[in-house]
Nanobody, 125 residues
């Protein structure tokens, strides 16, 4: 079992940057893939980015080129560097972890068994 805790959210202006952290506690963090998802009011939860235990990285098209995911297994933390933020990035951001290794499920929240409580990101002028 792994427990996740997000931090780093906040309110920023368009064009600003934020760095989210997802810190894990529990067993064998390096065996998990970790994903970031977000949910805006009135919308479904959507995939943002994920990093597999091998280090392979995946992004949604909406944030590609602006967000960077990374992991530090020694610190049991996954980061999401968000640059050039836009108002449409406003959402509650969640990190999630899974021991599933099936690549086709990397963007599907149903295949992540462990979730953090989320952190709010607001981008507004």
């Amino acid at each position: 079992q792994v427990q996740l805790l997000e931090s780093g959210g906040g309110s920023v202006l368009p064009g600003d940057s934020l760095k989210l952290s997802c810190t894990a506690s529990g067993e064998s963090f390096r065996e998990y893939r970790v994903g970031w998802f977000r949910q805006a009011p009135g919308k479904e939860r959507e995939f943002v980015s994920a990093i597999r235990r091998t280090g392979q990285i995946y992004y949604s098209d909406s944030i590609k080129g602006r967000f960077i995911i990374s992991r530090d297994n020694a610190k049991t933390t996954v980061y999401l560097q968000m640059n050039n933020l836009k108002p449409e990035d406003t959402a509650y951001y969640y990190c999630a972890a899974s021991r599933t290794g099936i690549l086709s499920t990397i963007r599907d929240s149903q295949y992540y068994a462990h979730w953090g409580q989320g952190t709010q990101v607001t981008v507004s002028s």
